[in-house]
């Protein structure tokens, strides 16, 4: 298996193992990472999904090259297609995913912690979108989510040089949330923190978040609708009562 799950808990543990190729993606790595992405989006045990890459030196280092380097356009459009899918299930399943950025992630490896909602990295890691530097350019998501994340002058600057940043950098320029190590238990810890808050309010924050801002007057409907939920009443009451409040999900 070149993803593996593990479940703490509410908290699913995604880790993509393909080291000898610093977790570059292939067409199977790709793939079964997109499964297990589906599965866990519908596993109404899972709260909270966690990104991470397997060993010392790479979170992910981007799209598999020597398969890109032979891909004829109607195939690359698939291979866009594949990576495409799996970014927009971590940006839009119903639930928060938190990037453990563990090393080196670079190119699609950069776009697929931008689609996911948290990143955290490691202080050896490495951040950027070096696809200009192949006669490319990002081709799952990063030239909306780069500029989306840090803004377009940060996004255009990173994109048209496809240097790469430190974690330093990567804290100051808003690409990251934290620097922590080890970087996983950081997120695993966030993951937790999240799964015990209204799954109910968290979908739609996400939701709402991750919509334009010309969204605004749905943000008002939505938000006087969740009201209506148990959880909205349970939270508002429980702090008023000085109590932990118990969530159900409805
Ligand atoms: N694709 C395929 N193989 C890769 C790879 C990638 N993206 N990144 C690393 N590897 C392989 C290397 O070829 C090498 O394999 P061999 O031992 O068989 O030669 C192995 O992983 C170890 O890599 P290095 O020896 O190069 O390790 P290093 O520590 O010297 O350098 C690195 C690390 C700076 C990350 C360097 O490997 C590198 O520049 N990798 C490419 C990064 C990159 O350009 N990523 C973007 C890809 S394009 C993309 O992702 C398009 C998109 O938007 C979808």
Redesign the pocket.
């Known amino acids: 298996m070149s993803v593996e799950v593990a479940r703490d808990r509410a908290v699913a543990v995604v880790t993509i193992d393909r080291q000898?190729?610093?977790n570059?993606?292939?067409v199977e790595t790709l793939t079964d990472l997109r499964d297990r992405l589906r599965e866990l989006s519908i596993d109404n045990g899972v709260r909270a999904v966690v990104l991470t890459g397997a060993g010392e030196?790479?979170f992910?280092?981007?799209?598999?090259?020597?398969?890109?380097s032979g891909l004829e356009p109607d195939a690359a459009k698939g291979?866009?297609g594949l990576?495409h899918e799996t970014g927009r299930l971590l940006e839009t399943m119903a639930k928060p995913t938190i990037a453990a950025i563990n090393g080196?992630a670079?190119?699609?490896?950069?776009?697929l912690a931008l689609a996911c909602d948290i990143r955290y990295a490691s202080r050896r890691a490495?951040l950027?979108?070096?696809?200009i530097?192949?006669g490319?350019?990002?081709?799952?998501g990063?030239t909306q989510r780069l500029a989306r994340v840090c803004g377009i002058g940060v996004a255009k600057e990173l994109i048209f040089t496809?240097r790469?940043v430190d974690a330093e950098e990567a804290l100051r320029i808003g690409l990251v949330s934290a620097i922590a190590d080890p970087v996983l238990d950081k997120a695993v810890e966030t993951a937790h923190e999240l799964a015990g808050k209204s799954s109910l309010a968290l979908a739609l924050a996400k939701r709402l978040v991750n919509m334009s801002p010309g969204a605004l007057d749905t943000e008002a409907d939505e938000f006087g609708e969740l009201f209506s939920s148990a959880d909205a009443q349970e939270g508002l009451t429980a702090f008023a009562e000085k109590r932990a409040p118990k969530f159900l999900g409805r």
Do not use: S
């Open positions: 000898d190729a610093l570059a993606l292939n030196k790479a992910v280092a981007g799209a598999d090259i020597k398969y890109m291979w866009g990576g080196f670079l190119g699609g490896g950069c776009e490495k950027g979108q070096p696809e530097n192949l490319i350019v990002p081709g799952w990063g496809g790469t």
